[in-house]
């Protein structure tokens, strides 16, 4: 697929292909009406180009989101039978903390199970941490540096590399996506401030 500097330079071309030098001065090839319909032509292409270029980085971002959430949806295939055994075994014990423990408590036994390296009960935790509210930044910045400590433990490595390339793959085409929305507001009219969400 062609980058947005390719595109915006293939205009410039189409451009610059309307005129022609006479005497060391530049000037049209065609009359002021054939011109016109030309440049006409060309900016109509050069939008087509850039709508297309944000349509497919819009797509490849959301088949890296899949292929993300993919790469998150057997987390049962991380353990071993043995493992899996012992998680549910112990699963009613761990529901039950989270239902009537506090957050400080759970944090606790969380980083309990980090430390033990214990792969059965970091993934339980990690199954229930995403019902856990958190009321302060701090609580947050904690809960969220706990889990990243139980996925190091539980995830296979080709789940975590999987996961990090979706999640590049989708930053790259988000910048994609941005460049060729502020390309197509300069080709616009320009009015109001650039949003790069639209």
């Known amino acids: 697929m ?6 915006k330079t293939k205009r410039d071309q189409a451009i610059e292909a309307l005129y022609t030098e006479i005497e060391g001065q530049r000037v049209q090839k065609f009359g002021a009406e054939i011109h016109e319909q030309f440049m006409s032509e060309i900016d109509n292409s050069y939008l087509a180009d850039l709508e297309s270029f944000k349509q497919q980085a819009e797509l490849d971002k959301q088949q890296a989101a899949e292929m993300k959430d993919a790469a998150f949806s057997d987390s049962t295939s991380w353990l071993n039978a043995e493992e899996l055994a012992r998680a549910e075994a112990s699963a009613a014990f761990v529901r039950e903390d989270f239902d009537r423990l506090d957050f400080d408590e759970i944090l606790i036994r969380g980083k309990a199970a980090a430390k033990n390296r214990n792969r059965s009960l970091a ?6 941490m995403p019902e856990i509210e958190t009321e302060t930044i701090s609580g947050s910045i904690e809960l969220t540096r706990l889990q990243e400590q139980l996925k190091a433990i539980v995830m296979p490595e080709e789940i975590v590399k999987a996961a990090a390339s979706s999640a590049d793959m989708m930053l790259d085409a988000e910048r994609r996506r941005v460049a060729a929305a502020e ?16």
């Open 123 to 128: 993934w339980l935790y990690l199954r229930y």
């Open 2 to 7: 062609e980058t947005i500097n390719e595109i």
């Open 183 to 198: 390309a197509l507001y300069t080709a616009g009219d320009g009015n109001g401030p650039f949003n790069p969400f639209q």
